[in-house]
């Protein structure tokens, strides 16, 4: 059986078309929504509209990691499909992803074809995170020259990947027991990437799957944070991870790089505030740029 863990916050409409689109659903399953201490309704919306998914209704928001991780705590299922609540699945998608998983036992964990709204493929694997993944990230190197991992793994094609993005994971269960849960400490971003790498330290191989994917809107909920939470859990997120796999002297090159792309994107939101363009969300990301730049040079400022 499949267990599909949803965690929401805030996104009730996107929510309840997520939940529709998975009525249809030919294999046996069950639907575990953690609401990650939403005040839209959409707890009510859940209880109201879909009687048969299990409900668990957190008092507050306890970031990706530990909400999702309420849900793997209440699953049954032999197999445990992280899902965003702004996607919308397919017909045939999930059953595809099993039937791979099924028919390859080292795969540990796997992720189907993600797509934008407007229909493009949207890469749903990636690199692990290094010096060079970076520096290519913070600089927006990226945008040019994509990095040559990163460009091998945005194909749509079944292949073996390093990690696949926790909007649409899905985890075997003697994987999730050897491994454990999502890192707690982690409260957003990256916490799939460790997910992925402590299963191939493990022995488990980790695959993207070609299907008929899962629509994507993309950072819905994480968009309704302030912009410099965002940024600044996010590089939060990245120096945890690298003093974790890498350890001190990774956080000592991650701060150089940092202190290169902080002071790129910096610039770069400058020039676009004096431009008039989208001043206050420009001014949210210089705010931030600012508190990530201190932390390159002085390794504190991001308590």
Not at 172 to 179: L, P, Q, V, Y
């Amino acid at each position: 059986m499949l267990s599909i863990i949803i965690l929401n916050w805030n996104t009730s409409d996107l929510l309840a078309r997520c939940l529709a689109s998975l009525q249809d659903a030919t294999m046996p399953h069950e639907i575990i929504v953690v609401d990650n201490g939403s005040d839209d309704g959409s707890a009510d919306r859940v209880r109201a509209d879909f009687p048969g998914v299990h409900l668990i209704a957190l008092a507050e928001n306890v970031g990706f990691s530990r909400g999702n991780n309420a849900g793997l705590a209440r699953a049954t299922g032999d197999f445990l499909l992280l899902l965003n609540p702004d996607t919308e699945v397919r017909p045939g998608t999930l059953a595809s992803l099993i039937a791979f998983m099924e028919t390859h036992p080292h795969c540990g964990i796997a992720g189907p074809t993600l797509w934008h709204p407007d229909g493009r493929h949207q890469p749903s694997a990636m690199p692990f995170p290094s010096l060079i993944t970076e520096l290519w990230r913070q600089t927006m190197l990226y945008r040019l020259l994509p990095f040559p991992a990163q460009s091998r793994m945005a194909r749509n094609r079944t292949q073996l990947v390093d990690a696949v993005t926790g909007a649409a994971l899905c985890i075997r269960r003697a994987c999730f027991e050897g491994i454990g849960p999502l890192d707690p400490a982690i409260f957003m971003f990256y916490e799939d990437m460790d997910w992925c790498l402590r299963a191939w330290r493990a022995g488990w191989e980790v695959w993207h799957v070609q299907s008929e994917g899962i629509l994507h809107v993309k950072a819905a909920s994480s968009s309704r944070f302030a912009r410099t939470r965002t940024l600044v859990d996010s590089q939060r997120s990245a120096i945890y991870f690298f003093q974790k796999h890498h350890g001190p002297w990774g956080v000592r090159g991650l701060r150089l790089v940092t202190l290169i792309g902080a002071g790129v994107r910096w610039l770069r939101a400058a020039l676009e505030w004096l431009a008039g363009h989208e001043r206050d969300d420009r001014r949210r990301r210089l705010d931030a740029y600012a508190r990530i730049g201190w932390w390159a040079v002085t390794g504190r400022g991001l308590d």
